[in-house]
C-alpha cells in the first residue's frame, strides 16, 4: 500500500522500517522542519512537504500515519478519515478530550479504519491473560514501567529548543507519553476506570540536577475501575541507558498471573487451578501494523488492535491522571 506519514521524528523512522519490512510504500513525508522532512523521505524516494493539508490533496495515498506530536492529532487525522483515507494514528489519541471526541466522531461516521498504537493491545500474552480469566474480574492489577529517556526523541532537550515532549503542554510528559499504556493494558483486562488518585515527583530520575521545568520522572498512579478493582501503576523515567522494565501482575478470585510486556513479553502464573503459560515472538508494534493494514485491506474498521473509541477511553484516564496529580484529589473520569 501507498502510505503518507505527518510527522519525521523518532518514532516515524520506526514506523518507516516496519513499513519496509512488510512491503508498504512510503510516499510522502511532511514536517514542519523542511530539513527533517527531506531527510526521512528522501531514502525511500518520498515526496517532502512542510505542511500536511497539500500533501493530502496532492498524494494518491492508501493510508496516513500520524506521527506528530498528541497536540497536533486530530486537524489531520479528522481531514483524512473524511476522505475516507485510513489512519493509523500515535499514541495517545489527543492533547485534550475535544480533539479526541472530534477524532472518535468522523471515525464512527466514515466507517474507515483507524488504529492507534498501543501495541500491548495486540499481544497474545494479553489476550492469553482475559482468556485465563474465564470472565472474572480482577481485583488488583499491579503495574510497573520503567525506562530510559531516549535521545534520538530530545527528551531531555529545553521546550525553548524545540523539544515537544520537553513541553508538558505538548506531550503530557511521562504520565502520557508512557503510564498511557499501562492505562492502556489495564483498561484492556479489566474494564472501564471510574476514578483515580495520581502523584508525580521530579528531580530524582532523569532529571536530576535539572531543572523540570513542569515535568515529572516519577509517576504513581492508583485506578478505581468500574467492577470494583484497583490498579497500581509506578511509572519511572530513568537515565540513558537504564535497565527497562514492564510488567503487569493480576489478580482474581481464582488467578495469579504475571505478564513481563519488555521485549520478550510472556505470561506465567495459574488460573482455576491450572497453569498458565503463552508467549510473543513478533514485535508488538509490527503486529499492530499486520493489524491495522489487514483491517484496511477487508474493510474492518473494528479489527484494529485499539479503535479511536478504545484510545479515548484511555485519554479520559490520563486526563483525569493529570487533574489528580495537579490538584491532590481524588478525579472522576470524564466521557
Known amino acids: 500500500m501507498r502510505v503518507a506519514v505527518v510527522g519525521a521524528g523518532a518514532i516515524a523512522r520506526t514506523h518507516l522500517g516496519h513499513l519496509a519490512a512488510l512491503g508498504h510504500e ?24 512542510p505542511d500536511w493539508r497539500p500533501m493530502l490533496e496532492a498524494t494518491g495515498m492508501d493510508a496516513l500515519f500520524v506521527c506528530s506530536p498528541p497536540a ?7 481531514a483524512a478519515l473524511a476522505r475516507g483515507i485510513p489512519v493509523y494514528l500515535e499514541k495517545p489519541l489527543a492533547r485534550s478530550l475535544a480533539d479526541g471526541r472530534d477524532i472518535v466522531t468522523v471515525w464512527e461516521t466514515s466507517g474507515c479504519v483507524c488504529a492507534v ?13 482475559r482468556a485465563a480469566l474465564r ?11 520503567f525506562g530510559g529517556t531516549e535521545p534520538a526523541r530530545g527528551d531531555l532537550a529545553p521546550a525553548a529548543a524545540g523539544s515537544w515532549f520537553s513541553d508538558p503542554r505538548q506531550s503530557g510528559g511521562i504520565l502520557f507519553e508512557l503510564a498511557s499504556h499501562d ?6 483486562i479489566a474494564g472501564e476506570v471510574e476514578s483515580v488518585q ?22 504513581s498512579l492508583a485506578l478505581r475501575f468500574r467492577g470494583g478493582g484497583v490498579g497500581t501503576i509506578s511509572v519511572g523515567w530513568t537515565a540513558e541507558g537504564s535497565p527497562s522494565v514492564y510488567t503487569l501482575d493480576v489478580l482474581a478470585a481464582e488467578a495469579t498471573l504475571a505478564l513481563d510486556l519488555g521485549r520478550a513479553p510472556a505470561l506465567r ?8 503459560a503463552a508467549a510473543d515472538t513478533v514485535d508488538a508494534r509490527l503486529r499492530t501494523h499486520e493489524r491495522f493494514f489487514a483491517a484496511v485491506e477487508r474493510g474492518g474498521p473494528g479489527a484494529v488492535a485499539c479503535t479511536p ?6 485519554l479520559a484516564v490520563a486526563l483525569a491522571c493529570e487533574s489528580a496529580i495537579a490538584t491532590g484529589r481524588e478525579v472522576a473520569v470524564s466521557r
Request: aromatic share 4%.
Open 135 to 145: 470472565g472474572a474480574l480482577p481485583g488488583l492489577l499491579v503495574s510497573r514501567s
Open 26 to 49: 512510503v510516499v510522502a513525508v511532511c514536517d514542519p522542519q523542511p530539513e527533517r522532512a527531506r531527510a526521512l523521505a528522501e531514502p525511500s524516494g518520498a515526496q517532502a512537504y
Open 183 to 188: 492505562i492502556d493494558v489495564q483498561r484492556a
Open 72 to 78: 497536533t492529532h486530530a486537524q489531520p487525522a479528522v
Open 198 to 219: 495520581a502523584t508525580g515527583g521530579a528531580g530524582l530520575l532523569a532529571l536530576s540536577g535539572r531543572d523540570p521545568a513542569g515535568r515529572h520522572d516519577a509517576v
Open 117 to 129: 498504537g498501543f501495541q500491548w493491545r495486540s499481544l497474545d500474552v494479553v489476550a492469553a491473560t
Open 269 to 276: 502464573g495459574r488460573a482455576g487451578g491450572e497453569a498458565v
Open 309 to 314: 473509541r478504545d484510545a479515548f477511553g484511555t
